[in-house]
């Protein structure tokens, strides 16, 4: 088990991260801490794929045109890739959270949930 | 070298290309966005023809196409095939009749018509596309331009409604993504068909099993299933009613079909069948849907809010007839459930429709206002009656037919709770949608305040013509899905050789 978390450290911590960023859309009151912990689920997933390609010795998988391809130690590719394509879709998608958090604000002048519901009632 | 080949990109990439158009020509004058909207989607809806022609009567099936040209082992293939040529022409129909209303009915601006595009085009990916991290790249592009859509709604309400979509949307999206990571870790590839030849044989079962709890999870909540349903019936409520229809009948449906697809394409039903409870766990959330959403409908006083319930439990039904397709490899209810998707998809594309004429037009929104209906308004309550009836599973409806072939699977593979709950539900959604017919029909309105005495509010910007195109649009959809009622055996003729395929 010991042996385990010592190897595997990178995967508890993001499962950690995981928990934290799902707790904190959850439990938060305030509407940009949400998507704060939205994001912060997302990076723990993008950490996840990146530990998952991780070798040990591995080098970038950048591969000279000259060298014996095969006797190359790269990292797998394919995560990395992956991994910049969610990101940008990340930050698409806070972008249109974060504005949409801004028409809320104009409209109701709170960031707080339980303010906005009350408010609301109110109308 | 046949030209069909190219039609899969091209259904994908002329959307999400013109949908810059109307930001790019808005800068020299208004109004360019609904003639680019038109062409473009009524092009797309006679490309979906084109291959929906070579795929059904073609002899080189699935048409494919490998994306800059690297072979799908570690590139992305398109693929068309017999279940999503179906929803394609769904989506590019539904996109093509839906503009119709808002070129009257609204919203205006050309930024509308690019999210609209952007939807169109995102939902086809989903659609086309045969790798699994594409098709999160594509939920998440349908899913940006719905969170957008439903925030150009006119009230304040609207954004806390697109916010609260956005934050369970983006969740849900993150799940798949797990799940994704998961399969990668156990098998290296992303493919769909890799995938499904490297899983049975992976050496680590379990994170095959992580793999697909992640997965149902989030479909389940994109597809809006009780208890992640939360964020469905505001967003549908709140969004302007031009748009409501859209998604109402597409994003969701693309969801349940991506699911679908990754049931029988990647995993494959036998694997599942001898996962431990992955049959129980999805029909069991299936079948708490159907319940949950119709009790949730009766209730409901809005008559867009009520529609939205209504969805989660039609989709309720989708998700347990995919649960009997794992339970007990049942073709019938495979078949049940793409015809279910289609017609659902178009009875609620054509009462959202109704929905948006009559508040426009009647300045009706809730049920009690739709008294009086059928003697002023005699068209639209005729189509709304005829598509409610068709929703509640009255031959010859096109919700008939789903709902007997998703209770036929359940009868023939002996899950008699699936069955019950099935009729059950027959007699629930009897129960909202008859409550509409009744105002509608055997109401009087003077019992009540005559609704066009309210002030004009709702209405956009006080205009409240209707046009022959905007009642034309309603009336086709009710015609459409008696239509496509009478074509279910033909839907399932045209489905056999994919079912043969997958079920083998």
Redesign the interface.
């Known amino acids: 088990m010991i042996e385990l978390l010592t190897s595997h450290y990178t995967y508890v911590l993001v499962f950690v991260l995981?928990g934290l960023g799902?707790y904190m859309?959850i439990a938060s009151e305030n509407?940009v801490k949400?998507?704060i912990g939205?994001s912060l689920?997302?990076t723990a997933?993008f950490l996840?794929?990146i530990s998952?390609a991780y070798i040990e010795g591995g080098s970038a998988p950048i591969v000279p045109a000259e060298a014996d391809p095969g006797r190359l130690m790269v990292a797998?590719p394919?995560?990395q890739v992956?991994v910049l394509?969610?990101i940008v879709?990340g930050i698409?998608?806070t972008a249109?959270?974060l504005a949409?958090?801004i028409?809320?604000y104009a409209?109701?002048g709170t960031l707080r949930e339980d303010t906005?519901r009350e408010v609301?009632a109110d109308e | 070298m046949s030209n069909v080949e190219l039609l899969p990109p091209l259904l994908i990439a002329a959307p999400l290309l013109a949908a810059t158009l109307p930001i790019v020509l808005g800068l020299w004058t208004d109004r360019t966005g609904w003639p680019i909207a038109a062409v473009t989607t009524t092009g797309l809806f006679g490309a979906a023809v084109a291959l929906a022609s070579a795929v059904y009567t073609g002899t080189d099936v699935p048409v494919t196409h490998e994306l800059g040209g690297y072979p799908r082992t570690y590139g992305i293939q398109l693929v068309a095939d017999q279940f999503s040529v179906l929803i394609a022409l769904l989506v590019t129909a539904v996109a093509t009749g839906v503009l119709v209303y808002t070129r009257q009915g609204g919203p205006r601006g050309n930024t509308f018509y690019t999210a609209y595009l952007l939807l169109t085009g995102g939902l086809l990916g989903i659609t086309l596309t045969g790798d699994v991290f594409n098709l999160f790249v594509f939920l998440e592009i349908t899913s940006i331009a719905t969170y957008a859509l439903v925030a150009s709604g006119d009230g304040p309400e609207s954004a806390v409604a697109a916010l609260k979509y956005l934050i369970l949307g983006t969740m849900a999206a993150s799940m798949y993504l797990i799940g994704v990571a998961f399969l990668l870790m156990a098998t290296g590839t992303l493919n769909m068909i890799e995938l499904a030849m490297a899983i049975p044989a992976a050496e680590r079962p379990t994170l095959i099993r992580a793999g697909f709890g992640f997965i149902a999870v989030g479909f389940v909540t994109k597809v809006a299933q009780w208890p992640l349903h939360t964020w469905q019936p505001s967003a549908y409520q709140q969004a302007p009613d031009g748009v409501t229809p859209l998604i109402a009948a597409l994003v969701s449906t693309a969801s349940a079909y991506a699911f679908g697809r990754l049931i029988v394409t990647v995993f494959g039903v036998d694997y599942l069948t001898a996962m431990p409870n992955a049959a129980a766990i999805v029909l069991t959330i299936g079948c708490v849907s159907v319940l949950a959403g119709t009790v949730l409908a009766v209730i409901q006083t809005e008559v867009k809010r009520m529609l939205a319930y209504s969805s989660v439990s039609q989709f309720g039904l989708v998700i347990a007839a995919y649960g009997v397709v794992i339970a007990g490899s049942s073709e019938t209810a495979f078949i049940g459930a793409a015809i279910h998707l289609l017609g659902h998809g178009l009875l609620k594309a054509g009462l959202f429709l109704g929905a948006a004429l009559v508040a426009r037009s009647y300045g009706a929104r809730t049920v009690d206002e739709y008294a009086g209906l059928a003697k002023a308004r005699p068209v639209v309550a005729g189509a709304m009656a005829v598509l409610l009836l068709s929703l509640v599973g009255v031959p010859p409806g096109v919700g008939f037919v789903g709902k007997w072939y998703i209770a036929l699977g359940a009868v023939q593979s002996q899950l008699w709770p699936v069955a019950a709950v099935i009729f059950l539900s027959t007699m629930l959604t009897l129960a909202y949608a008859a409550r509409l017919l009744e105002k509608m029909y055997f109401t009087p309105p003077a019992a009540l305040d005559w609704p066009r005495t309210r002030e004009p509010v709702a209405t956009d910007g006080g205009d409240t013509t209707v046009s022959i195109g905007m009642l034309a649009i309603v009336v086709i959809a009710a015609v459409g899905a008696v239509a496509l009622g009478f074509a279910g055996g033909t839907i399932a003729g045209l489905l056999e050789p994919f079912l043969i395929e997958v079920f083998n």
Do not use: D, H, N, W
Request: aromatic residues 12%; charged residues 10%; glycine residues 4%.
């Open positions: 995981l799902i859309t509407l949400k998507l939205v689920f997302q997933i996840f794929f998952m797998s394919l995560p992956i394509t969610a879709v698409a998608l249109v959270g949409l958090v028409r809320i409209e109701y906005l609301r």
